[in-house]
């Protein structure tokens, strides 16, 4: 584990970029955590994505961290002005859990399952390879990625740690 100090939080429906030390967001259920990386760079980034897509916005001011329309595209934008390039990014995501059992077959409930699906739509879109993902089950995860070489780090309490 890294030192608690070098560790940047990201909160629900947040996002932040770093170069050194790690990102961390806890609380993964429907949500999903996205992270890309820049190898060359080093400059990390991390979205806690909680909505697939803005068209379904209430809000006055558009959070753009909360929805994966609009949280990868300024994710990127901010990792830029650090210095990363989009053709050298590699993304992992995890989360995007089926936290409650319904009866009906209603899209509006597939929350996390849209999730991963509206990310991974984004992504493919602006040819940014998926390289790691541990999305789906029932269960909530914590993640934290290093951004001295990439690896994920995923937490939940039913599947222990692992890395990707």
Same mark, same amino acid.
């Given at each position: ?74 994710? /990127?934008?901010?990792?830029? +002005?650090? =210095?990363? *390039?989009?053709? &050298?990014?590699?993304? %992992? ?49 914590? /993640?934290?990625?290093?951004? +001295?070489? =990439?690896? *994920?780090?995923? &937490?939940?309490?039913? %599947? ?5």
């Amino acid at each position: 584990m890294i030192e608690e100090s070098t560790v940047v939080k990201v909160g629900m429906a947040d996002l932040n970029v770093c170069r050194e030390g790690s990102l961390r967001t806890t609380g993964l259920g429907s949500c999903v955590g996205l992270t890309l990386y820049d190898s060359i760079s080093k400059v990390t980034g991390m979205a806690h994505i909680m909505l697939p897509s803005s068209e379904i916005a209430r809000e006055g001011k558009l959070n753009m961290a909360k929805y994966a329309d609009t949280a990868i595209p300024e994710l /990127i934008r901010l990792m830029q +002005e650090q =210095g990363a *390039l989009v053709n &050298r990014l590699k993304a %992992k995501m995890a989360g995007g859990a089926q936290m409650f059992a319904f009866s009906s077959n209603n899209d509006m409930m597939r929350i996390g399952p849209r999730n991963v699906e509206s990310c991974k739509q984004v992504l493919d879109h602006l040819s940014i390879p998926i390289i790691g993902e541990d999305t789906g089950g029932n269960y909530g995860r914590t /993640i934290e990625i290093r951004c +001295e070489d =990439g690896i *994920l780090n995923i &937490r939940s309490v039913q %599947k222990g740690t692992k890395e990707i």
